[in-house]
Nanobody, 116 residues
Framework: VQLVESGGGLVQPGGSLRLSCAAS????????MSWYRQAPGKEREPLAAISSIGGITNYADSVQGRFTISRDNFKATVYLQMNSLKPEDTAVYYC??????????WGQGTQVTVSS
């Protein structure tokens, strides 16, 4: 299993970023996918999940209405569109397969820093 996250960076409060996660080594189109984040000194937390064909999504309360998870099964890629970013969204963001329960090994993650 390989998960490669990208798209992070430094953004001002209120800004937007789109994260991508390219997956390989498992049957992507049959797998639910989830995004997680880990802030300094905190445990990794699930943020969003999407069903295998994308018809069902789920979000943590902290990102509901601001973040959108989507996927492209042809590209074996899952995305996280993040809008109205806040300083408390600063963290390393990861993806994994499974519905809000990680089933694979972790990738390197992508750093998101929200600061003015």
């Amino acid at each position: 299993v390989q998960l490669v996250e990208s798209g992070g960076g430094l953004v001002q409060p209120g800004g937007s970023l789109r994260l991508s996660c390219a997956a390989s080594g498992f049957t992507f189109s049959s797998s639910a996918m989830s995004w997680y984040r880990q802030a300094p000194g905190k445990e990794r937390e699930p943020l969003a999940a999407i069903s295998s064909i994308g018809g069902i999504t789920n979000y943590a309360d902290s990102v509901q209405g601001r973040f959108t998870i989507s996927r492209d099964n042809f590209k074996a890629t899952v995305y996280l569109q993040m809008n109205s970013l806040k300083p408390e969204d600063t963290a390393v963001y990861y993806c994994n397969y499974g519905w809000r329960t990680p089933l694979g090994s972790w990738g390197q993650g992508t750093q998101v820093t929200v600061s003015s």
